[in-house]
């Protein structure tokens, strides 16, 4: 049976852009697994009040049931051993969460602040009061104005937090060394939101992130390349 | 016989605070081999031309020199197989690279602002003239004025980019996990570079980050702690 996975869905249910199932996408894609999405909008917390929590990437997988995109690859790496790794190991693991927290905490914010106005024109109808009432009150001000801003004043910045990255990708392929790992599918992921839910070029052209990125949208059947975008 | 480790000193021999020296020491106690260190100052390039380029460390194990901190690591882990791991694995060491690019261009960049006037105080006075040029044409401005607008205006980002760290070692004691690896090492080695060279406090005494740093301290019979200080 396969995997359900509970997918955060724009107006078009076919729109997939939420940075955290991106990556549990592709780590389920790495491992083999396949799944089953579940088109999800950011009001329908009953539909998955079973799991305790009310945001995704949730899965349900037979019986058990995770939630967080972290505790889902922890997971699948656990229950799913004689798959490819997505982690390397326990001290794989360890550094991988590293990066996870970066993107969270550097990336995300940096990335937001390009596109959060974008996406009320992408998300289903129900959920613009929500979205925008959510989201204006952790900025303090309106989304076109954090947008405008985020565009005009913060597009280097947003480039330049991606300095590591681009280090590590001068001497390696991937991020997870001479083929991707589940850090390659955290930075994809986070990025594969900006793609997907605004036209917003949030790299320049010829940033080496984008050509690691191109090689990553060609991965597994080209699944991230497939994605429909706004 | 002992691998022979060129390592930065100041006026005073026995103050040794390279941020990338220190990283390098730590991994040697990780692995347990025993290192004698050779005082080096900025100006000594003839002392370690030997080794091809102009920076420390620079180690000598038996016939094999290796410089770069983080190549240096990768040979430790690859010749001392048998001893406790600094990298766990190939993944663990392709994530690990990406820890040392972000200490190299996030942490190091800012941290220097806080710290480098100090700097002039502690090395060695045949240093001092060329410390001075090189920085000031980094910076394009005076020490004096980097370390006052830093102290003044920077603290609070500098304490915001440890982010990344303080979120995972919320949820396990160390960068590496259960234990340490060379991703603690990258951190720490960083660290103490500032706290060596100034009395300048670059974190708040409640930040979770002092309470690993001060585990990290007392690791390998309190190593780090026995540091002299400027």
């Not at 790992?181 to 594969?192: E, K, W």
Request: net charge neutral; aromatic share 10%; proline share 6%.
């Amino acid at each position: 049976m396969a995997i359900v996975m509970y997918d955060l869905a724009g107006a078009d249910p076919a729109l997939r852009f939420s940075p955290y199932c991106w990556r549990i996408r592709m780590a389920l894609a790495h491992k083999g697994l396949p799944v089953e999405t579940v088109p999800w909008r950011f009001t329908d917390t009953d539909a998955i009040a079973f799991s305790g929590q009310g945001r995704v990437p949730v899965i349900r997988d037979g019986e058990t049931v995770v939630s967080d995109s972290w505790a889902i690859a922890c997971y699948l790496e656990e229950h799913y051993p004689d798959r490819p790794s997505l982690l390397g190991g326990a001290t794989g693991q360890a550094h991988a969460r590293f990066i996870n927290a970066w993107a969270d905490a550097v990336l995300m914010a940096g990335a937001a602040r390009l596109v959060v106005r974008d996406i009320l024109d992408a998300i289903d109808p129900k959920d613009v009061a929500y979205f925008r009432s959510s989201r204006e009150q952790r900025f303090g001000t309106t989304l076109e104005a954090v947008q405008e801003d985020g565009r005009a004043n913060r597009l280097a910045a947003f480039r330049e937090s991606l300095t590591p990255a681009r280090l590590v990708l001068r001497a390696q392929p991937w991020l997870g060394g001479d083929s991707p790992s589940y850090a390659d599918h955290i930075l994809f992921g986070t990025l594969q939101w900006p793609r997907c839910i605004s036209r917003f070029e949030v790299l320049a052209a010829d940033d080496p992130i984008v050509a690691w990125q191109q090689r990553a949208l060609d991965l597994y059947g080209g699944l991230g390349r497939s994605a429909v975008r706004a």
